[in-house]
């Protein structure tokens, strides 16, 4: 495969990743709105609505982690698509490196011999670092399921919050509805 190609599909990938995040980030505002309808059925009493829309809330935060994890996934084959860019580019630089140390030897310049090795080190140098910080991206997953527990944890830990809430600020129906109302618009702005 050739370098073109190469950067090519490395700027496939990046593309790739970049759209699995902007997945992400809408699943992770699902995940909010689920949770303001979860708190509004259990403000309504609606048993059944909030354990749907808490089942969606925590379906949404999954498929958050989910798209993270495989947008980590295709960032790590674009490190690796990257340190073969590389690799290409150092074979090339290599071989100008034997040719030159071919003249040097030949004319036994030491100091020219010790400038090509430095350069041929670092190099390896800068090759060996770009694979350690593919490695460490490829190592990183995780996974996830939604227990029963967890929907009825975060069911209750909405209704702990709205009742600490109502008793915070000891306000009738009418008002509690219109503060959650502005909070609504609040978090969309």
Known sequence: MSTKQLEKQYFNLKFAAKQLERNAKKCQKDEKDEKLKLKRAIEKG????????????????????????????????????????????????????????????????????????????????????????????????????????SVD????????ADADADADGDMSGKDAKEKNRRRTKEDEE
């Open 46 to 149: 609606n048993v059944e609505g909030a354990r749907i829309h808490a089942e969606n809330a925590i379906r949404q935060k999954s498929q958050y982690a989910n798209y993270l994890r495989m947008a980590s996934r295709v960032d790590g084959v674009c490190s690796r698509v990257q340190a073969a860019i590389s690799m290409k580019q150092v074979t090339g630089n290599m071989s100008s490196v034997v040719k030159g140390l071919d003249s040097a030897m030949k004319s036994m310049n030491l100091e020219k011999m010790q400038q090509l090795m430095d350069k041929f080190e670092k190099q390896f140098e800068d090759m060996d670092v770009q694979s350690q910080a593919m490695d460490q991206t490829m190592s990183n997953t995780v996974t996830l399921s939604i227990p029963q527990d």
């Open 153 to 160: 944890c975060l069911m209750q830990e909405v209704a702990d």
